[in-house]
């Protein structure tokens, strides 16, 4: 039995802050939040499921985290940056 974390975008859409972004990229999907002066955390998130796959949005897909909140980042282009080099 694994401890994975599913969730699906419109989830996440709705417990990042007024600073977070969801980005969808490619089969991929990176979540930033934070804020100037906290720092900014990024999390990798892999599709379970794809939309084609289902016939449902992609907002309504599974996802599975594969890269959590591990580090806070002091803007975030370089959390952006860090989600890119998990994926």
Known sequence: MTN??????????????ENGVVIRYSESVFVIDGNEIDGY????????????????PE??????CVAGRCSR?????????????LR
């Open 73 to 85: 980042h002091r803007d975030a282009g370089l959390a952006l940056l860090k989600c890119i080099r």
């Open 4 to 17: 994975a974390r599913y969730t699906t975008m419109k989830e996440l859409r709705r417990a990042v802050s």
């Open 59 to 64: 907002d309504e897909c599974r996802l599975e």
């Open 41 to 56: 955390t990024s999390e990798v998130y892999e599709f379970v499921t794809l939309p084609a796959e289902l016939g449902i």
